[in-house]
DNA sequence: CTAGGGTTAG
């Protein structure tokens, strides 16, 4: 009898079909069937006998089947049934379907499953925290906790691993620690998942050290939490940390998986490292992997920021399937190298592959900014508005100021931002005050630098661009009314630090760098690069300096900087290279921009620096960023 | 029936 009721409930579902036009299809994993259309009404059970009689074990089969399937439609036709017939349930069956809306993306019926339950257990609790993290519904995931607690239920491994993500933004660290001190007592703080859980929170709300801490404690490690101690290093920007863990965990035989490589390529482009990149690379390529996307994406951006185009478009060509990340990744990196029509052309062909998003338009126009590509820039972002129909971004606006401000036109891009829907952000500010020192508009930079200075009176680059635009038209005392309230500010710049890998030796450099083990060698040849140089013409922007110090020590100040450190190490010793590649952590100084330029001539070398915000191509005393960056 | 790590942008 079960059994042919439950054919008859499955025949009649197999006729359910899904409309083509039915747009829940993107949120479900590709190897799932979609869900059945909502033009199914419950009238489907209308036409099961109503004398079927089902019993538990076949609700619980179907609903188990709705579950793996993310049929919700098809649930919702049982949990009717289960409704219409009276079937009283036991705590057991009602935490399936509560599971099934749950994973079928239906908090709302998953809510009232819960409400209607007289009884809870803690799988009932434990599967409605997670429909809320995985909702994103940080706030009301964590609620759950104490009430139910306060119905005297206590929470289990699964309960602590599911609400722990939801720690995130200002007070995450508080309920973060709450929940570890719940561990502890209860004796789940070294389970695996719970363990690689709290080290994740702990990495993610900033506490790099206790997340160690977490790692350290823990009596086994797998490769979640391995990897989640390499990902926590690299999204914390210690990406030294990052390698350092991974090549000991990989000496002590540790097991990689795609997610893995994944966390540890963030931390290589970070660094910039091409040669340690390629090596993991061959290890990706000889772990004979699945191809995944999030991979291959890694791989593209790694190579990107690294400085090798050449190599991301490879993967990128080479993608059995591309997403609209792998898209967005390769044209971000052609942008950042200011090959502009490499970006136009790219983003004219991937529409036949994806749909491009928000993100592909700010990569797009800030290639666009950076290749000085104006007007297709201004016609890409009407398009945008226009034919795509995107609400822009405030960043959408920033790179239309850059854009403006780049070609010069300064009062269409303050128009911009006077009629768009968002405050301006201190960045966007910040690019209208390159365009006023590019184009010397120094009225409206002044007015500009000024509200800088309101809204971060703590960044003291603000008040060496104020300063320098005061110096710029001679106005002495105003320069020296900046300085003053700067130097009782106490202000500190984030130290400068300039990295070089010369055979496969990374070297680090930070401003006014006296540690390196060759730094009578680096300052002799910063000596004479300095020479060489100004004999060709050479001369030091001593405004780059805001320290009140007579020029000699300016001078000196300025030749201290970390890229100039870099780059005179480059240039020693006997070997010929015709290029270096450099990385800044901050924007390069126009004083160094311009000594890379008399460097590329008279040395004939070719040097390519990334800095904070994009890759400087310089060679043959010229630069591809054209002077705006 | 409930659980952990991941890619672009700022």
């Not at 069937?33 to 009238?43: G, M, N, W």
Request: proline share 3%; hydrophobic share 40%.
């Amino acid at each position: 009898m079960h059994r042919r009721s439950q054919f008859i409930l499955r025949r009649h579902l197999s006729h359910l079909h899904f409309h083509s036009g039915e747009s829940a299809s993107h949120t479900f994993p590709r190897s799932i069937p979609p869900p059945c259309s909502t033009a199914i009404s419950f009238r489907v059970c209308d036409s099961i006998p109503p004398m079927a009689t089902f019993g538990l074990a076949d609700y619980d089969d179907l609903l188990r089947g709705c579950t793996r399937r993310r049929a919700i439609k098809e649930g919702r036709v049982v949990h009717a049934h289960m409704i219409k017939s009276h079937f009283v349930t036991s705590v057991r069956l009602a935490n399936r379907l509560l599971v099934m809306y749950v994973k079928g993306g239906s908090l709302e019926d998953a809510r009232q499953v819960l409400d209607g339950m007289s009884q809870r257990d803690v799988i009932s609790w434990t599967a409605m925290m997670s429909g809320y993290s995985q909702h994103g519904r940080s706030f009301e995931a964590l609620e759950q906790l104490p009430r139910m607690l306060r119905t005297g239920i206590l929470p289990n491994e699964y309960t602590l691993a599911t609400v722990l993500p939801s720690c995130t933004g200002h007070s995450g660290q508080d309920h973060g620690r709450q929940i570890h001190s719940l561990a502890v007592k209860s004796n789940f703080d070294s389970h695996m998942f719970v363990g690689s859980s709290l080290l994740d929170m702990y990495s993610k709300v900033g506490e790099i050290k206790d997340a160690r801490r977490v790692f350290n404690m823990l009596p086994h490690r797998d490769v979640v939490s391995c990897t989640a101690i390499i990902s926590g290093y690299a999204q914390s920007g210690l990406d030294e940390e990052a390698l350092e863990v991974f090549q000991q965990l990989q000496r002590e035989g540790m097991e990689c998986n795609y997610v893995t490589f994944v966390s540890l390529l963030t931390a290589i482009a970070g660094l910039a490292a091409l040669d340690f990149g390629r090596q993991v690379h061959g290890l990706v390529i000889r772990s004979e992997l699945l191809f995944y996307v999030v991979l291959d994406n890694s791989l593209i951006d790694m190579y990107s920021k690294c400085g090798s185009l050449k190599h991301s478009r490879r993967v990128f060509d080479n993608m059995p399937e591309r997403s609209v990340i792998s898209w967005n990744t390769m044209l971000m990196g052609y942008g950042k190298h200011g090959l502009g029509r490499e970006v136009v052309q790219l983003f004219k062909s991937m529409f036949r592959e994806v749909k491009p998003n928000g993100v592909t338009f700010l990569a797009v126009l800030s290639g666009c900014s950076h290749g000085g590509l104006i007007d297709e820039g201004l016609d890409i972002f009407g398009y945008m508005v226009s034919d795509q129909r995107l609400k822009p971004e405030i960043g959408h606006y920033g790179c239309v100021v850059d854009l403006l401000g780049r070609a010069g036109r300064i009062e269409e891009a303050l128009d911009v931002i006077k009629n768009m829907p968002y405050e301006p952000t201190s960045a966007l500010w910040n690019s209208l005050l390159g365009a006023c020192r590019l184009h010397a508009k120094i009225s409206i930079g002044e007015v500009v630098a000024r509200k800088l200075l309101d809204m971060e009176p703590d960044n003291a680059s603000n008040y060496v661009i104020l300063s320098n635009i005061y110096a710029a038209s001679g106005r002495w005392q105003d320069v020296a009314r900046v300085r003053e309230s700067m130097k009782l500010k106490k202000l500190t710049k984030e130290p400068g630090r300039s990295s070089i890998q010369l055979d496969k030796v990374m070297h680090i450099f930070f401003s006014s760098d006296r540690s390196h083990p060759q730094r009578k060698e680096i300052f002799d040849k910063i000596t004479e690069v300095c020479e060489r140089i100004k004999a060709a013409g050479y001369v030091p922007d001593l405004s780059c300096v805001l320290h009140d110090v007579d020029d000699e020590q300016k001078e000196s100040i300025l030749l201290g900087h970390s890229e100039k450190l870099a780059i005179a190490f480059g240039l020693m010793g006997n070997a010929c290279r015709e290029s270096i590649r450099i990385t800044k952590n901050l924007r390069i100084c126009i004083d160094c921009h311009n000594f890379a330029k008399y460097v590329s001539n008279v040395y004939q070398m070719e040097i390519s620096l990334r800095d904070s915000s994009r890759f400087h191509l310089v060679a043959g005393g010229t630069c591809s960023c054209g002077d705006y960056w």
